[in-house]
């Protein structure tokens, strides 16, 4: 048998003396990706791909409805805990009440995290964004994780009640760190809630401020395949582990045009400044096309998000419990500009106010850095994401969609040297 080298040169040759002109591939070469009349069929932003068949949650965009496993979110805000809708969300039924105590128990016997991680935290550059942080810590935690290495759906359920657990002492920590501060260890008498709060500031909350933030967390954990739900599914279908899954949501959630938001929209309320500054703000800038307003527009909801609602009504409170005129100020710059939004943009245009437009006030209210909003929607989201890969690995079929090719085929191969 000869060189098997010898058989591709003489290939190449053959290839170079029969080389025509570059030419671009024809519509039967990527039927997938044209109509019948041979055009391009592109669904740009995978708009209008319904990717599988789901019970975790249903919006109705034009109803302004949103439902977790059949449950209103108005109910789920008013009646539930972050715990008992995690519970929801990963088994698709209300908890009898042994079923949440032992579920509220796993939690939070796994809140601390280990001496690695803290070292991690405090070797982190204090000016990297807590989200890129985050990122890198959750990941971290999937190394020292007892069942580190293993596949697939068997070992996801552990992982997801050790992480979710986990997920807000990291960020808190990652808070302090920020700040020169040593971490608050978590308590295991605390609801979530009031233990993330706890860790942020070393105080129990009062009953408002815990309720408050438990609710936040509520109407940020779950929403559909959109962005960081639909990363974190695109690597778990390749039966990759868990941890890889929920980075890569952290990842997604990150830009501001997905959980980045509501940290945008508080910098763009605190840009404005006063009440009589929003019209003309709203004139030179949204209305020139200069910029988008912040919290709002959603690729699902064309009207009022039901979400941004319930937030509405607790940056009201807050405002009112914290008596701090400077938020009651930024609370009416945030009311002006919705009116103008309302007005001009959300009937017209579909562009309407959306869950990441009111979180931040409530958040600013307590006195939480505008750097850790998106990692405080991540901690309530990393329920959505969790419940989302199990349902989808559940009846796994490898994520893999297709491109349109509008470039060149069989482009000649200059070699370096005769490219100038
Ligand atoms: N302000 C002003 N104009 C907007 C806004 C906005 N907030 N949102 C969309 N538009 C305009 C766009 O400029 C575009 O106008 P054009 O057709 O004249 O070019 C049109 O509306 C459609 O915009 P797209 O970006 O194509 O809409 P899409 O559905 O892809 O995007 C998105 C949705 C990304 C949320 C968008 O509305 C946005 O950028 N909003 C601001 C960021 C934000 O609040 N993100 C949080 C969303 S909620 C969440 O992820 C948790």
């Given at each position: 048998m000869g060189w098997p080298g010898a058989a591709l040169n003489s290939l190449n040759s053959g290839r170079a003396a029969a080389r025509a002109m570059p030419t671009k591939p024809t519509p039967d070469m990527q039927k997938w990706c044209?109509?019948?009349?041979?055009?391009p069929r592109i669904d740009k932003g995978a708009e209008n791909l319904c990717m599988d068949e789901s019970e975790i949650c249903f919006i109705d965009g034009f109803h302004s409805k949103l439902y977790y496993r059949g449950y209103s979110i108005e109910d789920l805000a008013n009646y539930s805990t972050y715990e008992e809708t995690t519970y929801l969300l990963w088994h698709g039924k209300l908890p009898t009440r042994s079923e949440l105590s032992a579920f509220s128990d796993q939690l939070r016997n796994n809140r601390e995290i280990p001496q690695g991680a803290y070292d991690l935290i405090r070797a982190i550059p204090r000016d990297t964004h807590p989200m890129e942080a985050l990122r890198t810590v959750a990941s971290y935690l999937g190394n020292v994780?007892?069942?580190?290495?293993k596949l697939g759906l068997d070992s996801m359920m552990p992982k997801a009640i050790r992480l979710t657990a986990k997920l807000p002492t990291v960020v808190a920590a990652l808070a302090r760190a920020r700040e020169g501060k040593e971490p608050i260890r978590p308590r295991s008498d605390l609801s979530h809630a009031a233990n993330f709060l706890y860790m942020l500031s070393g105080e129990v909350p009062d009953k408002f401020w815990e309720r408050a933030m438990d609710v936040s967390l509520v109407l940020y954990a779950e929403h559909e395949m959109n962005a960081s739900a639909f990363a974190t599914v695109v690597v778990g279908s390749t039966l990759s582990d868990y941890y890889s899954s929920i980075v890569a949501g952290i990842g997604a959630l990150r830009g501001p045009l997905h959980g980045g938001a509501n940290e945008e929209a508080m910098k763009q309320f605190l840009e404005i400044g006063?009440?009589?500054?929003v019209d003309s703000w709203f004139k030179e800038n949204v209305l020139t096309g200069k910029k988008r307003v912040m919290g709002a527009g959603h690729r699902v909801y064309k009207t009022y998000d039901p979400r941004a609602k319930i937030f509405r009504e607790y940056a009201k409170k807050s405002v009112e419990v914290s008596r701090d005129p400077k938020i009651a100020d930024i609370y009416r710059v945030a009311e002006r500009l919705e009116d103008l939004i309302m007005g001009?943009?959300?009937?017209?245009?579909?562009?309407c106010t959306n869950v990441d437009y009111w979180s931040g006030i409530v958040y600013y209210a307590m006195g939480?850095?505008?750097?850790q909003y998106t990692p405080i929607f991540a901690i309530a989201r990393i329920a959505g994401w969790s419940a989302h890969l199990m349902e989808y690995v559940a009846r796994n079929r490898i994520l893999r969609p297709r491109l349109y090719y509008k470039g060149l085929l069989d482009v000649e191969y200059v070699p370096i040297e005769r490219r100038g």
């Amino acid at each position: 048998m000869g060189w098997p080298g010898a058989a591709l040169n003489s290939l190449n040759s053959g290839r170079a003396a029969a080389r025509a002109m570059p030419t671009k591939p024809t519509p039967d070469m990527q039927k997938w990706c044209v109509d019948e009349k041979g055009q391009p069929r592109i669904d740009k932003g995978a708009e209008n791909l319904c990717m599988d068949e789901s019970e975790i949650c249903f919006i109705d965009g034009f109803h302004s409805k949103l439902y977790y496993r059949g449950y209103s979110i108005e109910d789920l805000a008013n009646y539930s805990t972050y715990e008992e809708t995690t519970y929801l969300l990963w088994h698709g039924k209300l908890p009898t009440r042994s079923e949440l105590s032992a579920f509220s128990d796993q939690l939070r016997n796994n809140r601390e995290i280990p001496q690695g991680a803290y070292d991690l935290i405090r070797a982190i550059p204090r000016d990297t964004h807590p989200m890129e942080a985050l990122r890198t810590v959750a990941s971290y935690l999937g190394n020292v994780d007892p069942e580190k290495g293993k596949l697939g759906l068997d070992s996801m359920m552990p992982k997801a009640i050790r992480l979710t657990a986990k997920l807000p002492t990291v960020v808190a920590a990652l808070a302090r760190a920020r700040e020169g501060k040593e971490p608050i260890r978590p308590r295991s008498d605390l609801s979530h809630a009031a233990n993330f709060l706890y860790m942020l500031s070393g105080e129990v909350p009062d009953k408002f401020w815990e309720r408050a933030m438990d609710v936040s967390l509520v109407l940020y954990a779950e929403h559909e395949m959109n962005a960081s739900a639909f990363a974190t599914v695109v690597v778990g279908s390749t039966l990759s582990d868990y941890y890889s899954s929920i980075v890569a949501g952290i990842g997604a959630l990150r830009g501001p045009l997905h959980g980045g938001a509501n940290e945008e929209a508080m910098k763009q309320f605190l840009e404005i400044g006063k009440p009589e500054n929003v019209d003309s703000w709203f004139k030179e800038n949204v209305l020139t096309g200069k910029k988008r307003v912040m919290g709002a527009g959603h690729r699902v909801y064309k009207t009022y998000d039901p979400r941004a609602k319930i937030f509405r009504e607790y940056a009201k409170k807050s405002v009112e419990v914290s008596r701090d005129p400077k938020i009651a100020d930024i609370y009416r710059v945030a009311e002006r500009l919705e009116d103008l939004i309302m007005g001009q943009l959300c009937e017209s245009r579909g562009i309407c106010t959306n869950v990441d437009y009111w979180s931040g006030i409530v958040y600013y209210a307590m006195g939480i850095p505008i750097e850790q909003y998106t990692p405080i929607f991540a901690i309530a989201r990393i329920a959505g994401w969790s419940a989302h890969l199990m349902e989808y690995v559940a009846r796994n079929r490898i994520l893999r969609p297709r491109l349109y090719y509008k470039g060149l085929l069989d482009v000649e191969y200059v070699p370096i040297e005769r490219r100038g």
